[in-house]
């Protein structure tokens, strides 16, 4: 009689590497730093990275599994990020328990970029190519402009807002300034919240890609007309991706924010938005354990070399190249394409 024995699928493998990747990443460092083998500036760069890392998954949603490109995504991270830090300077006295106040900051900022992504979404998504990109790139410095010509404040009143000038307040104090951004925040975000909502970022995306409504919007990337043929809804389908990834970017935008004592609007520009569709890029499109390597190697990159600061840029550029060089070579490719390959059945036979 044969044995039965419990093969997994290659996205279940896929899925279990990954989540296994991230927790030994977490569990190797917070043995290193309790050991004091990690130095404070690379622990000061873990909260970003856990952003970054979290900016470039769902990114990736977007331009990889959607096919998308989106060149305003650091757009959303900062409607995250204001919108959180006001709710969590709002809620400091009727919410004292820090971490609860920062969950409920990141789930605030979320839906507040999600929100933004449906204002976006629906209009854009109607376009393709270079066009959807430029209106999202116009969003991205929409809000850049928007933010930095936003004045809110709170007093025994309640909130006030208000354009282009402070409002009047009794007593109470102003939280954004305008173009001075937000001051005197207190840093909630720690490496653990970081860790958990890259957790939560990989378990929304890779349930969503294997779940019916992931691959109908990986149908309408590899053939619109064809999809639409079947009966699959364009606009629902394109919507559910772009705002699923706007939110996850909120979210980690009130994750990054919360690790400064001040955040200003021109922190979320274009060059945000290009860094991270980096990260996606060399990671690969569609390749969620690729952005997570690419955000955390380029993060820390920059800042390893700037002990050779005249070299630095040179350096960083050479090292993106060849990145790009490997990841796009049909050798290297396939070797990784192999380790989740499924053997066919007839192989399965022969070994048996």
């Given amino acids: 009689m044969k044995k039965s024995t419990l093969r997994l699928s290659a996205p279940a493998k896929n899925k279990i590497f990954t989540y296994g990747l991230v927790i030994a990443a977490y569990i ?15 622990q000061g760069m873990l909260v970003p990275i856990c952003a970054y890392v979290v900016m470039a998954l769902s990114l990736n949603l977007t331009v990889g599994i959607l096919g998308e490109l989106s060149l305003g995504h650091a757009g959303f991270m900062s409607v995250g990020a204001f919108s959180g830090v006001v709710f969590a300077i709002a809620m400091q006295d009727a919410i004292p328990s820090a971490p609860l106040r920062l969950a409920l900051s990141m789930a605030v900022g979320a839906a507040f970029a999600a929100l933004a992504g449906v204002l976006v979404g629906i209009p854009v998504l109607r376009l393709k190519g270079d066009y959807l990109a430029i209106v999202t790139l116009a969003f991205g ?3 850049k402009s928007l933010i930095n010509n936003m004045y809110i404040g709170i007093d025994d009143a309640g909130m006030h807002f208000k354009l282009l000038e402070a409002p009047a307040l009794t007593g109470g104090k102003m939280i954004i300034k305008g173009p001075m ?6 840093k909630l975000s720690s490496f653990t919240a970081g860790f958990i909502l890259v957790l939560i970022a990989l378990f929304v995306i890779l349930n969503l890609i294997q779940s019916r409504s992931g691959r109908a ?6 053939n619109r007309i064809a999809a639409e043929s079947v009966g699959i809804g364009v606009t629902k389908y394109k919507l559910m991706a772009f705002v699923t990834s706007a939110a996850l970017a909120g979210s980690a935008g009130t994750l990054y ?8 609007a021109n922190k979320f520009d274009f060059n945000t938005s290009i860094l991270i569709l980096v990260f996606v890029v060399l990671g690969g499109l569609g390749n969620m354990w690729g952005s997570i390597i690419a955000a955390t190697a380029l ?10 600061s ?24 396939g070797f990784f394409g192999k380790l ?8 399965e036979g022969a070994a048996q």
């Fill in 299 to 308: 993060t820390i990159l920059p800042e390893a070399l700037r002990q050779f």
């Fill in 28 to 42: 190797i460092l917070r043995i290193l730093i309790s050991g004091g083998a990690v130095n404070a500036s690379l």
């Fill in 141 to 143: 410095e929409i809000i």
């Fill in 257 to 264: 924010a919360m690790n400064y004592t001040t955040i200003v």
């Fill in 217 to 222: 919007i990986m149908a309408l990337r590899d």
């Fill in 181 to 186: 951004g937000i001051s005197s925040i207190a």
């Fill in 340 to 347: 989740f390959h499924k053997r066919p059945a007839g192989e």
């Fill in 310 to 333: 005249d070299y630095r840029m040179l350096v960083y550029a050479i090292v993106l190249i060849l990145v790009m060089l490997a990841t796009n070579n049909p050798t290297i490719k």
